[in-house]
C-alpha cells in the first residue's frame, strides 16, 4: 500500500529536549516536505526536499532542521524545542519528473512542548 | 508569491443540501493547479478534487464538483447531498505547475464545515 507514514503520532515534551520526527514513504518519490498547521493560519511549510541531499528552507524554518540521507526518509529534527513549536505536523511527499500531481500526506503528529 | 484566501471561517448546511464553500488566490502564473483537501477529525489530509489551470472544464468528482473562474481567481467547492460525514475542515490549495521548482502547496486558513441531521 502507498504510504507515507510519520512517527511518533503524539508527543508531549518539554522545552530544550531535541527530539526527531521521522517520517518515510514507499513511493520512491522525489519530493518531501513538511508542513505544520496551526488554528487560523492553516498549513505553511517548513522545509522540502527535491532529493537526496537537496534541502531547502520552506517559509516558517526557524528552530527546525532536517536531513534527507535515503530517498525515502525526511526526518524532522527540533534541536532545542519550544512552545511555540506545539503544533500538528504533516510530513508529504510527490513525484518531481512529471508534470506535478498532488502531494500525498502521512496521518499528522500531534507536538506539545511544554 | 502566491496567496490563497478562504474568507469564511465556517459554514453550515442541512443534510442533504447543497454547500458552496469559497476559495480565491492570487499568482502571476499561468500554469499550475489547485486543490481542495478535506480534514476530518482523524486529521487525515484528504485530497477531495483538483483543477489543472489550463483545463477549462471544472473537475467533478462525484457529490463534488467545482466552480474555476480562472480570470477571476476564484476556485469554488460544491458538495451536493450533503452527508454527515463530509463534515470536516476544508481547505483550498495552490500549486505551481513548473517542473523542478519547489512544488509547495499554499494554502488557505480552511473552513469548518458542519452538516445538520
Known amino acids: 500500500e502507498a504510504q507515507v507514514t510519520q512517527n511518533p503520532r503524539y508527543l508531549i515534551t518539554v522545552t530544550g529536549k531535541k527530539l526527531t520526527v521521522t517520517c518515510s514513504q514507499n513511493m520512491n518519490h522525489e519530493y518531501m516536505s513538511w508542513y505544520r498547521q496551526d488554528p487560523g493560519l492553516g498549513l505553511r511549510q517548513i522545509y522540502y526536499?527535491?532529493?537526496?541531499?537537496?534541502?531547502d528552507k520552506g517559509d516558517v524554518p526557524e528552530g527546525y532542521k532536517v536531513s534527507r540521507k535515503e530517498k525515502r526518509n525526511f526526518p524532522l529534527i527540533l534541536e532545542s524545542p519550544s512552545p511555540n513549536q506545539t503544533s500538528l505536523y504533516f510530513c508529504a511527499s510527490a513525484r518531481t519528473s512529471t508534470r506535478p500531481g498532488e502531494l500525498f500526506f502521512g496521518e499528522g503528529s500531534r507536538l506539545t512542548v511544554l | 508569491a502566491q496567496t490563497v484566501t478562504q474568507s469564511q471561517p465556517e459554514m453550515s448546511v442541512q443534510e442533504a443540501e447543497t454547500v458552496t464553500l469559497s476559495c480565491t488566490y492570487d499568482?502571476?502564473?499561468?500554469?499550475?493547479?489547485l486543490f481542495w483537501y478535506k480534514q476530518p477529525p482523524s486529521r487525515q489530509m484528504i485530497l477531495v478534487i483538483r483543477?489543472?489551470?489550463?483545463?477549462?472544464q471544472n473537475a467533478t468528482e462525484n457529490r463534488f464538483s467545482v466552480n474555476f473562474q480562472k480570470a477571476a481567481k476564484s476556485f469554488s467547492l460544491k458538495i451536493s447531498d450533503s452527508q454527515l460525514g463530509d463534515a470536516a475542515m476544508y481547505f483550498c490549495?495552490?500549486?505551481?505547475?513548473?517542473?523542478?521548482?519547489?512544488?509547495?502547496?499554499?494554502f488557505g486558513k480552511g473552513i469548518t464545515l458542519s452538516v445538520r441531521p
Open positions: 490549495a495552490y500549486r505551481s505547475a513548473l517542473g523542478g521548482a519547489n512544488s509547495k502547496l499554499t
Open positions: 526536499s527535491m532529493n537526496v541531499e537537496a534541502t
Open positions: 483543477q489543472e489551470a489550463y483545463k477549462q
Open positions: 499568482t502571476s502564473e499561468s500554469d499550475y493547479y
